[in-house]
């Protein structure tokens, strides 16, 4: 019997290796590598993917700590069973983290991620202790009545029992969490600089190449050129394009949109900063930064990075990020427009699809 099992797995694992992994597989001698399929799965298990299951291990054995000091729920009531209930709750904790887990994948769309950003991965986590909370909550106000309640009368199941002990997990979870934003607040930072770095260089690459004027060639005898180089896919219809902005009253600013820097919001106006003789001009119009961005939607280079601000990543010199905060540097004016956390995802996804 042993002897068939042996055989049977042999020739599974040559399959496998054979069909799915043939680098594992030397088909001249017929020999399987000394690498199983069990070792594989491991070894492709990534780095951050196994950070995650240690740091909900830790987390979870955190919150056990606690409840095994503080002894909430009756368990200082019981003896040998307590120890019995803890472990039983650390298993409860590591059931919803995986629960959890699971619904930020597939319900919310959020997949474990350190390629999409610092913020991706700060909402994300938020995201996970606001799901997780109130369902080991719930899990544990279930262990409570069907396991603990003949220990101890009062953790039958009740709205008031409910709400006990989502308080203290959402305390716990809170303090947890502070904990491990601390502990990884440096390599946020350093995550931050790259990403950064990398928008920067996509910056530099998307810039538009300068107009004949500019570059001193006869504008007649370089048309052909200058049309390629204003057509680069961050800047939709063209660098060349002129647009008019109107107000809600007569004053309107006619202007090429390669020589627009930004739109700010200045309570009933918007003071429209561009380019004019290669000299920074602003004029004021009266309207709102909606009817703006209407006016400007088909250049996609044109985003909002603020409440306040319509900005042209193609004037964009460089983007600073200091102490949490994100600005944008523009070209001429050398004047830094702030990013708000809302509007950092669009800024990134023009800049990277461009």
């Avoid at 008019?244 to 429209?272: D, W």
Wanted: aromatic share 10%.
């Amino acid at each position: 019997m042993l002897l068939f099992i042996y055989v049977k797995h042999f020739w599974v694992q040559k399959y496998i290796a054979c069909h799915i992994f043939p680098n594992f597989w030397d088909k001249q001698h017929e020999n399987v590598m000394n690498v199983t399929f069990i070792s594989y799965l491991c070894g492709r298990m990534d780095k951050s993917h196994k950070e995650t299951i240690s740091i909900r291990f830790i987390s979870t054995a955190f919150m056990i700590l606690a409840i095994a000091i503080f002894k909430p729920f009756g368990l200082e009531a019981g003896q040998w069973q307590t120890y019995l209930h803890l472990l039983s709750l650390f298993v409860l904790g590591l059931f919803s983290c995986f629960i959890t887990e699971v619904i930020l994948r597939y319900a919310v769309r959020m997949p474990r991620s350190y390629e999409r950003g610092v913020s991706y991965i700060i909402s994300r986590n938020l995201r996970f202790q606001l799901i997780n909370t109130p369902l080991v909550a719930l899990l544990i106000c279930l262990y409570r009545h069907f396991a603990m309640s003949q220990l101890v009368e009062s953790n039958r199941l009740s709205l008031s029992n409910y709400l006990e002990t989502l308080v203290i997990i959402a305390f716990l979870s809170f303090a947890i969490g502070l904990y491990w934003r601390f502990k990884f607040r440096s390599r946020y930072l350093a995550m931050e600089l790259e990403e950064i770095r990398e928008l920067n260089e996509k910056l530099r690459s998307l810039t538009p190449d300068p107009s004949p004027k500019e570059r001193g060639v006869d504008s007649s005898t370089d048309n052909d050129s200058t049309d390629k180089g204003n057509h680069s896919p961050l800047f939709g219809r063209g660098v060349g394009g002129e647009a008019v902005l109107r107000g809600t009253t007569n004053e309107s600013v006619t202007l090429q949109i390669s020589h627009l820097l930004y739109i700010e919001a200045v309570g009933n106006y918007v003071k429209v900063s561009h380019l004019r003789d290669e000299q920074v001009h602003t004029d004021m119009i009266r309207s709102t930064m909606k009817q703006m961005e209407e006016t400007l939607h088909d250049y996609p280079m044109i985003v909002r990075c603020h409440r306040a601000f319509l900005v042209n990543l193609g004037q964009v010199e460089q983007i600073v990020s200091h102490s949490g905060s994100t600005q944008l540097l523009i070209k001429h004016c050398h004047e830094s427009l702030p990013v708000s956390r809302s509007n950092m995802a669009q800024v990134k996804a023009t800049i990277k699809g461009g």
